[in-house]
């Protein structure tokens, strides 16, 4: 058994006969193909649990209120502003945040995209901009919808930067969806 910081506790392995510490709730999740088995202050936000106790610090709280996007991340393949769900709301979810969205060291193909077409500055925004752009593509490719400069903006609406690096964002997006015959 590990201590967390902030009284949560995981435990491994998956089916450890180990009792709930008090206050604490049994909460299984896949984060980037790691099955975490935990056990969770049903208080704590997804985003602080990624963020402060298992250090994947890739999600950014910017806001904390769902009006940045800094914090997104992938669940179940769509994308979700983690500062705005319990973290034991996702008993059983499988998640990936930008730690787990390379293949080795293969970038993504929007890793990349963000790369070549200078989409970013300082970096803080990038990795939730970078999410949310993959959950993009797959709801336009589940939704069958044309997907013009003007679409991409407004569904990339949520995800703001401070730097302005807009252009180059949507450059990236419109490269990856061409490639991918979006
Ligand atoms: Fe979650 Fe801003 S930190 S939307
Ligand atoms: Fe700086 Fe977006 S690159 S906030």
Do not use: W
């Amino acid at each position: 058994m590990v201590a967390l910081a902030g009284g949560l506790t995981t435990v491994a392995p998956a089916d450890a006969d180990t009792a709930a510490p008090r206050g604490t709730v049994p909460c299984h999740l896949r984060i980037n193909g790691r099955l975490y088995n935990l056990f969770l202050d049903p208080r704590v936000s997804l985003l602080d649990l990624l963020r402060e106790h298992l250090h994947l610090t890739g999600a950014k709280k910017g806001c904390d209120h769902g009006q940045c996007g800094a914090c997104t991340v992938l669940v179940n393949g769509r994308r979700a502003n983690s500062c705005l769900a319990l973290a034991i709301s996702h008993d059983g979810d499988d998640l990936t945040t930008i730690e787990g969205l390379a293949h080795g060291d293969q970038l993504d193909p929007m890793q990349q995209a963000f790369l070549d077409h200078d989409g970013f500055q300082c970096g803080y925004c990038t990795p939730g901009q970078i999410l949310s752009a993959v959950g993009l593509l797959a709801e336009v490719k589940r939704g069958h919808a044309a997907l013009t400069d003007a679409e991409i903006r407004e569904r990339m609406s949520g995800n703001i930067c401070r730097c302005g690096a807009y252009d180059g964002i949507v450059a990236a997006v419109r490269d990856v969806a061409r490639r991918d015959g979006v």
